[in-house]
């Protein structure tokens, strides 16, 4: 992965860290464990759907304070794919 996109991601998480105040580290990593309850009260059809929708749950779940634990993820991808050529 180029070297901007690592800092970016790296920014941008520093920034939503800061605007939400969340202690997470990866805030679209794609694992996000939300419970029943919070995603019952989350308004579905009052948010976008646009790239930015994870966001807006975000944001909506840090307002309403329920976003207070962090579940690790660790990623099982190889470093090559059965098909790449050495």
């Known amino acids: 992965m180029p070297l901007y996109k690592y ?3 790296w920014a941008m998480g520093k920034l939503e ?3 939400f105040g969340l202690p997470m580290t990866d805030l679209h990593s794609g694992y996000l ?3 029943r309850r919070a995603l019952a009260e989350i308004p579905f059809s009052r948010l976008s759907e646009s790239f930015d929708f ?3 749950v975000i944001a909506r779940r840090a307002r309403a304070d329920s976003l207070s634990a962090k579940r690790p993820s660790r990623p099982d991808t ?3 794919s059965p098909t790449s050529i050495p």
């Open 7 to 9: 800092a970016g991601n």
């Open 17 to 19: 860290r800061w605007v």
């Open 33 to 35: 464990v939300y419970g």
């Open 54 to 56: 994870d966001i807006e």
């Open 78 to 80: 190889p470093t090559r």
